[in-house]
């Protein structure tokens, strides 16, 4: 486990943590005026391996061999001019800090940090550190990384739970779940979803999905991974051909078979690294999603009904109706925006062409 200090003075600025994958939805933002819980589980954290936060440069201001080097292959809209490995917390393992007034700002609800560091060390004063909770994002709260040193406490740090051990757990994440508006009338509403995690999850994949599909169409499985991919990959790849097939593998699943053309599979919680399957399944191209979601889409749940009369089956301990269901799942634009430029196959005329397909459906309908 770790502790962060102030690299000014040396005071603690955390409990102590363990390490963990950065959350696909790390820089989400979703929706308007809504409610979004704590980013990170308490006692861990995540780095971020690129720049992200002010001060931010227009694709205009920077030369294309300098953005290559980075890893962007094409036009964005900017890009940050921060220090890369910002380390990101759960709010409530912040020690040592005070808020700087002048930079509390925000869009409405809270703080977004867009002014830079709002959280000083007690010790010294020096900026280490943006609490982030404003309507729409994700809380938490991320050290800036030239202000703090990792300092290691109570030992060596763990050796990462084995893929087996990772699947023993089950940590799987629902698909749909409760999101919370912030300024009602009645206080705290409510109303049912598709989980804000999923979504640029989602988005992440389908970018992975396109660059594998080659300009080729691609099926995926009926059922919960055909409500998330399959209405984006018809909308950008052409019909008619043979389509690919895109199939769930990883622990405690089958070896993937010979047809197989493209796995998608798990990003280990803690280290982030995607599954690899042994043998020649491995030359397949491996799509990622984190770890919960991929649970969900490589066994899936069947909801029995409720029965009209008697007791429930043998073995069925909830005695409720299913959740009500929201309507068509859309992904995350930004996320699949912000992978695909950063795949060299997004120069190839073919993407263009599936970009271009996908601009010409209805606003909204995909993501």
């Known amino acids: 486990m770790f502790v962060f ?21 790390a820089h989400q933002k979703y929706g308007n005026g809504l409610q979004l819980p704590v980013l990170m589980e308490p006692g861990t954290f995540a780095v971020d391996p690129e720049p992200w936060g002010p001060p931010w440069r227009r694709w205009e201001e920077i030369d294309p061999a300098e953005a290559e080097a980075r890893g962007v292959y094409a036009p964005v809209f900017h890009l940050s001019d921060g220090l890369p490995g910002a380390v990101v917390i759960a709010p409530g393992d912040v020690r040592g800090t005070r808020l700087i007034p002048d930079r509390a700002d925000g869009y409405c609800c809270g703080l ?6 709002n959280l000083a060390c007690e010790g010294c004063g020096l900026p280490v550190a943006s609490r982030i909770d ?4 994700w809380q938490a709260v991320w050290l800036a990384p030239d202000a ?3 300092v290691p406490v109570g030992g060596a740090d763990p050796v990462p739970l084995s893929w087996a051990e990772v699947l023993d757990e089950g940590k799987d994440l629902a698909p749909f779940e409760p999101v919370a508006m912030w300024g009602a009338r009645r206080g705290v509403e409510h109303f049912w979803s598709w989980s804000p995690r999923w979504e640029p999850a989602a988005g992440r994949a389908l970018a992975h999905l396109l660059a594998a599909s080659e300009g080729r169409p691609v099926a995926v499985p009926d059922g919960l991974s055909g409500q998330v991919f399959q209405r984006a990959l018809d909308a950008m790849l052409p019909a ?3 389509p690919l097939r895109a199939v769930p593998a990883g622990p405690g699943r089958p070896v993937p078979a010979a047809g197989a053309d493209i796995l998608l599979v798990p990003t280990h919680p803690q280290t982030g690294e995607m599954w690899r399957p042994e043998g020649a399944g491995g030359a397949a191209p491996r799509v990622p999603l984190p770890f919960g979601m991929w649970l969900r889409l490589a066994f899936p749940r069947s909801h029995l009904p409720v029965p009209a009369s008697g ?14 269901r929201p309507g068509r799942f859309r992904a995350d634009e930004n996320a699949f925006q912000r992978t695909l430029v950063r795949l060299p196959v997004v120069r190839s005329p073919w993407v263009r062409e599936a970009l271009d397909r996908l601009a010409r459906r209805p606003p909204g309908s995909i993501f």
């Open 5 to 25: 200090v102030c690299a000014g003075c040396g005071t603690d600025l955390t409990a102590p943590l363990s390490r963990v994958e950065l959350p696909a939805h």
């Open 112 to 117: 977004d940090g867009a002014d830079g560091p």
């Open 134 to 137: 404003d309507c729409s994002l």
């Open 148 to 150: 703090v040193r990792r």
């Open 240 to 242: 008619g051909a043979p």
């Open 311 to 324: 007791g429930l089956p043998a073995g069925v301990l909830r005695d409720d109706p299913p959740a009500p």
